[in-house]
């Protein structure tokens, strides 16, 4: 069983986790657990650990994960993410299910689209938990991020979009925000090479952006002209690349092939 000063470390963090504005006091608890846990040998378990100290790291480490991402701290989630990965597999037959495996599951397949990790996407689908196949991919937050991967290939960008508003936790809008970041720039620079100028309406819609604000932002960033009195975006001008064809040697170097044919035959 978990010392006393572990358990009311445990319920300080859950009650910062559960507060309006606590993110900033589960910081110094998270540190603090962490510790404690890996002094009392609980963050690499072995077999001989008790039930109820597993269930209570996981706890600790599932709450850690949610922070990171509510912090906008990636890194800080993929390290509790590959902490987490031991109780979600090695010892998934010893332990009770959580509630909060698979929003963290699919926390964690979004992440990896943003960061165009196709590959592993696939393979961590293909490793969940299969008690139930047809159960797991409808369990909405796998489905969630199931159903973006295949609007981003598809390339029906509008959707991804409105993820954000289907989305089954809070924390999700965060990866999907992130997500429409690399997709505004792609269509960005296809508008770049499309066009020379487009109204700032326009460029608007094709840039999923809801005010003027947001887009005069975005041009600045990308180095585009705003004209505020025709409301226009004129793009920089690309200067064409010259390619220089050494005319002289490929013609000497044809007759020289010529000649060398001729010999042979």
Avoid at 73 to 95: E, I
Wanted: charged share 25%.
């Amino acid at each position: 069983m978990p010392s006393a000063q572990l358990t009311a470390l445990h319920n300080e963090l859950k009650r910062a986790f559960d507060s309006p504005a606590g993110e900033q006091k589960c910081a110094p608890l998270l540190a603090q657990l962490k510790v404690r846990l890996a002094e009392a040998g609980l963050l690499l378990p072995d077999r001989n650990a008790k039930l109820e100290d597993l269930v209570f790291t996981r706890e600790i480490l599932e709450i850690g994960a949610f922070w990171s991402i509510r912090t906008r701290n990636v890194p800080s989630f993929d390290r509790y993410f590959s902490q987490l990965q031991t109780y979600y597999t090695d010892y998934r037959s010893l332990l009770p299910p959580s509630p909060r495996e698979f929003p963290i599951l699919g926390l964690n397949l979004i992440r990896l689209l943003t960061q165009n990790r196709i590959a592993d996407f696939h393979t961590m689908l293909e490793s969940l938990p299969q008690r139930n196949t047809d159960e797991v991919y409808e369990n909405p937050y796998i489905k969630h991020p199931v159903n973006v991967e295949r609007w981003l290939m598809e390339g029906s960008y509008s959707k991804v979009w409105n993820a954000r508003e289907e989305a089954p936790a809070e924390e999700y809008k965060f990866f999907v925000d992130s997500l429409m970041g690399t997709i505004r720039n792609e269509i960005a620079s296809c508008e770049e090479s499309a066009y020379d100028s487009l109204p700032l309406k326009d460029a608007a819609t094709l840039l999923f952006f809801t005010n003027k604000s947001d887009v005069v932002t975005f041009s600045q960033q990308r180095g585009w002209q705003v004209d505020f009195v025709s409301e226009t975006i004129n793009f920089a001008t690309k200067g064409e690349e010259k390619i220089e064809i050494p005319k002289q040697k490929l013609i000497a170097a044809n007759l020289k092939y010529a000649r060398e044919l001729e010999q042979i035959v």
